[in-house]
């Protein structure tokens, strides 16, 4: 038998917990990134060589996690990073963890590839954001931001570095297809696409964004996208001070330091070790979100202390869906608002803003 | 049959040994830290890069360990940290451990939390310091001031790291709790407390330290027990040198750098690399003690030639109490003595102020 | 049964079928390193440090891995480095790779001590370079380097690195010596040599290259090979930016970073660290190669963005010639081109020339 | 069986020969460091960590290893260093390790702690020095000293880093103690001394040295021996660069850069990490050695590279003794010669010396 939510005490229970539920092609395709997963490996790895020095002796009686995101009030730092097809973690889907996010007071970010439309997540209220990839069909990507606006969300966020699926190895090896019964929502008509087409050798996943996605994305198209919503627009997926300054003079709301969780280019920087020089160089003409083995509370109060406004996490959600649907994620949410409220304020900071005066060191 | 002390060869053959005897829950009590004990391991890693270029052709035939410790003799520069109930460990507590460090000629450091009354472990003579925590009740920490100077305690400790209680996964996995023979000794009639509430999940210390502890602890708090008290004072968690520095000029003793032996932030810095700033931007307005990590006279010296006029121990202490009561708690600090001056000949000091002097290199 | 070619998904499986059809001592002689292997396994460490920062919002819908190599174009910037008797792998030997290295439009390089002819594996087309040792009987390198030539050869690639072999004691250990099937085509009369006669405890192939290898070996030497042939010269083996600066005033074509793949000088500096300072030290006066620890398509982004213009592969295609024959080192070269494209564009890079671009990071 | 002689290829398969014919306490007593043995471990990782940039295009045909030690020839650089007791290892003892010296042509180390009194070994020829430890007997190391000279040694190699013997814990554990045929050659009659009575836990060598070493070795005691000989004397123990300028200052003709195989001081400089600072700050004024974690013939290439003048080898050869008497101390010298030879040649240094130009990378 499964453990109890509640004896769930950390995201690496959660994680284990998750794991022992999903069959193992989905707990694949949800765990593994590109290659020889070195990225994947150096996202955490680089958390772990950080170390913060708190500050005492400061009032933190009434230490809140508050802050807000893209200008509008969250609870915390942190918004739920999107995720291809919820509904393989569990029947709900995206509609438990739009709920548990509304719930806990973040963003939820409804992803191009969701297993629900986004009007079914938007419908039951919270902040929703919609994620756009860049498809090959003309006007499709524009269409998409409208159809998100209309439904609701608050913000589009660009996904930058897919010009295509990234080797996910564990996905070929296992011949990863979609199962009948989760299909990609917004994209066609609902009918079975390539992504349900197993192969012998090869990830049906990648087969069908192949076909669908556009190699083809350049800057023009974010001034596409802006020019198709009033919708605040945030670019996911860069690592070089120059793109992400490039960006914030493009009047972009925010930009997420991000090598899409290791599932891209295997070789990618650490996001962590990308983060300081990106928040430098942008100073204050955006906001500076990162993602990327945030696992714990600890974790946002280093990324904040390192320049971020805020993190997103992606694959946490995930696991808490299939632990325990909606009430799992919010326990995955809960815990990460519990310990970073912890984190901040044996920091000796009383807000969410004092992480950023922190000092870091990285240690070897 | 556990082995005999004699058998006990350095900290690690006594620390197995009382792993060997304590109860799972309590040995977890004592071991843990906060989170994924990231800082705990950084505190032993930190000192195992520290490596101590020797002098030679000095000569040593009169090493002595002796030095003075908030400017009073001791025979050597160390300290027995405040640990909370030590009757967890063995029926005689903090008495036991207080006659050993009086044999051993060194300060002991009664805790807030301590299973036995100040008064009694302080009757037994030897040099007995107070670990103040901040508390809710009004006035309730300044009275234990008074009571601890009343008592004949040499210098009050007060602990600024914990507004609340870190979150220790191994307290919360176990449901711990304390049994019902050992009490807090200084707070409420003795009466069972919230610290006796064995949760499902959940550490009935934290909940009773949540209840017990004032989270807005603040620079006037110091001003406050200063003005209660004509003892010496002691801020026991600084690991930020503007903290330090500030504290000086406030007038303390000392400051202990120390991140709680790891069981506050989970990420703070450990103590051995927080040392060297602090000790250069304090100078010599008040001395610096440090504490995590320590358990080889090779360690003292390493905390010396940092910057460190002494170290505090804590869970050795505790280790040797479990393995042999009072003469296990002498063991530890007979091998302590014993390796601190080997280390302090070998590198070519006749003294321990000369360790001070010792060029140190990090190796990774 | 072995696995199918189409299910080697990386070159890391490709290693391991290998692994399992070779007899251990030919699988140790083509794997091993010289001395306890530190330069070996120092070459793919040094690799994995190496963190690339990608750009975003490029075009990459027409990104090509197409280039030149000295002066000529090749499909990616990729040769098949030169290794001793092929036919240890497969009895097709050095004809079935460079027929696979012509399907996949990168140069290979016959090696002087080859187990097939020149001009058997020149007369199926492609682009051949030929290696070059430096051989005691006088003339004998320079009559070589002619017979390459009318063979149409495209290159000398003059090894600088083996006055002797190295120690490498797997081959020690085994007594390794050749089979009598697999002879050194160009050595001799094509009879059995010292390379054939086993001994209990040594090489015979390191015993055969002290017969006929010459550690007089120097820059004179360059110049005769010079004159003797119109080809261009490619030095292998260099470290030093020195030496290949004085090879680039030679007038070279090309040096080769490499330190014999770990089989020559145990201890030597990893190709990775030292191509930086050896490609700023030459700049645009010759090409510069590497080899040593390339695995995968993300290695290849890396050298070029640390300064190669191309590398070179040894042990990889010879995995690939003994799992599948030709097919199985057509299968290594594409695998190697698919992961290079797709490095490149997911780097934002639309060509080979854009990595060179790239910044680079070393992480602990 | 033991593997024969010829089947030891390295030191690794010596060092695993001796252990599996020496009494598992000897076996200790032999590879043991002091404390937790850090600065054991740390002295070859520090080795571990250097790597070498080769040169190339040099002829090394005549390539040697031939050089001078305390200005007198020696067929490497490199000689055996004092370990006590060689009895413990083979009957034949110092006897036999001398005679393997002189016909590896280097110099061998009688010490203080000899079995086999210096006149015997030194009656067999060859390069003798003699190491002295400051007894606490007045006048007797000058005694020594002298002995030594009449003797035929060489020169005079003072220990400067041993007041006491560090906390071997192996040896305290094991009880450790001479067996009665093993004795002290030059200390008391010859008769049973402290170093065989053995105690239930701890070291009877550590109490032996306890009552004939003194502790209050000076500078001015260097200055006793030089008064007391015309030998050339070597200060053996120094990590400091401004001991070893004050030691080149006395006029010694060598210091060796040593913190005695991590048998001292735990968490001293490993020797490998010590050796450029010692070596710049002393120049030309007198020679520099260092030992510690030497293991082959690449270690001395690293060593030579970093600024020594020779290397210092004292495990090795004990390894060598255990596994083969005189023949396996020869066969670890043979190994060493060879595989520097190799090193050298590889490198493109014809000659010892060129090492010493040689450009050194540390590498995490």
Redesign the interface.
Known sequence: MPPAL??L??L?DVERAAAAVLPRDVWDFVAGGA??E??LA?NR??F??????????????G?ATDTTLLGRPARMPLAVAPVAYHRLAHPEGESATGRAAREAGVPFTVATLSSVPVEEVAAAGGRVWFQLYWLRECGRSADLARRAEDAGCEALVLT??V??M??R?RD??NGFALPGQVRAAHLGSGARSAAHRSQ??GSALAAHTAEAF??????S??EEVRSATRLPIV?K????P??AVRAAGLGVSAVVVS?HGGR???????AV??LPAVAEAVGESCEVLMDGGVR?G?DI??ALALGASAVLVGRPPVWGLAAGGQAGVRRVLDLLA??FR??L???GCASAAGAREL?T?R??
Request: net charge negative; proline share 6%.
């Open positions: 509640e004896e005490h950390d690496d290659g020889r070195a990225t150096a790895a680089a772990d060589r950080v170390f913060v020095t708190p500050r005492v002796l400061r009032d933190v009686s230490c930058v570095d010009p295509w990234g080797r190895l070929v090896r012998a050798a556009s190699p083809a994305l350049t800057w198209c974010v670019l997926g860069i690592l070089a120059e793109d090598n891209q280019l295997d070789g990618a920087l650490p070790e990308a714990s600890t109060l280093k519990e310990e912890d984190a304020g044996l920091a000092r060191a240690l070897p």
